[in-house]
């Protein structure tokens, strides 16, 4: 049963193919051109019922048009809605509010990326927040470092202070004493 990929509406809850069967399905229609050639220029988005150029669409190769039938920025917002609990205008309020830059370091995101909601982790079981447990907006680079850090704050602390005491600074001072010298 392993084999089969779960299907809500099947009676026994599986899908009929196998996942090699499925995957090499999903391959030869992709590698056929078949659905390269359904784009269009624009398309309607099915939530905010805009046309918007294709390009404003994630691509999804099982949809007959081989794109979404959402826009990405209604994607986004029902995202942040259904992980966690936030509406776009409370995201845009928390980003107002901090100066438009992430929460730790001073990056602003530019126009390609955004600043990713960070949340303890602690509060909610699984993968949505309640909402109430949202800390701010930071770059993802300081969410990684937070996640590897494991939100710990005295291991962020242990390692503020490790990096203050032998960061680059220290290593220079160091190559720059007397004995190091060579004389």
């Given at each position: 049963?392993?084999?089969?990929?779960?299907?809500?509406?099947?009676?026994?809850?599986?899908?009929?193919?196998?996942?090699?069967?499925?995957?090499?399905?999903?391959?030869?229609?992709?590698?056929?051109?078949?659905?390269?050639?359904?784009?269009?220029?624009?398309?309607?988005?099915a939530d905010?019922?805009?046309?918007?150029?294709?390009?404003?669409?994630?691509?999804?190769?099982?949809?007959?048009?081989?794109?979404?039938?959402?826009?990405?920025?209604?994607?986004?917002?029902?995202?942040?809605?259904?992980?966690?609990?936030?509406?776009?205008?409370?995201?845009?309020?928390?980003?107002?509010?901090?100066g438009g830059?992430?929460?730790?370091?001073?990056?602003?995101?530019?126009?390609?990326?955004?600043?990713?909601?960070?949340?303890?982790?602690?509060?909610?079981?699984?993968?949505?927040?309640?909402?109430?447990?949202?800390?701010?907006?930071?770059?993802?680079?300081?969410?990684?470092?937070?996640?590897?850090?494991?939100?710990?704050?005295?291991?962020?602390?242990?390692?503020?202070?490790?990096?203050?005491?032998?960061?680059?600074?220290?290593?220079?001072?160091?190559?720059?004493?007397?004995?190091?010298?060579?004389?």
């Amino acid at each position: 049963l392993g084999e089969f990929y779960a299907h809500g509406r099947a009676k026994d809850g599986l899908q009929s193919w196998c996942r090699s069967c499925f995957a090499a399905f999903r391959r030869e229609r992709a590698q056929s051109g078949r659905i390269k050639a359904i784009y269009s220029e624009s398309k309607v988005c099915a939530d905010c019922l805009v046309e918007k150029p294709s390009s404003d669409f994630s691509k999804n190769w099982a949809h007959g048009t081989g794109l979404q039938h959402r826009c990405k920025d209604c994607g986004r917002v029902r995202k942040l809605l259904a992980k966690y609990g936030l509406t776009l205008e409370a995201y845009e309020a928390l980003l107002v509010a901090q100066g438009g830059a992430c929460a730790i370091c001073p990056a602003v995101p530019d126009a390609d990326s955004r600043l990713q909601v960070d949340h303890d982790h602690a509060c909610c079981e699984g993968e949505h927040s309640c909402g109430d447990c949202v800390r701010g907006l930071i770059c993802g680079s300081c969410n990684r470092a937070l996640g590897l850090m494991q939100d710990d704050p005295d291991r962020l602390l242990a390692a503020a202070i490790y990096l203050s005491m032998r960061g680059a600074s220290a290593r220079l001072v160091t190559a720059l004493e007397p004995s190091n010298k060579g004389g």
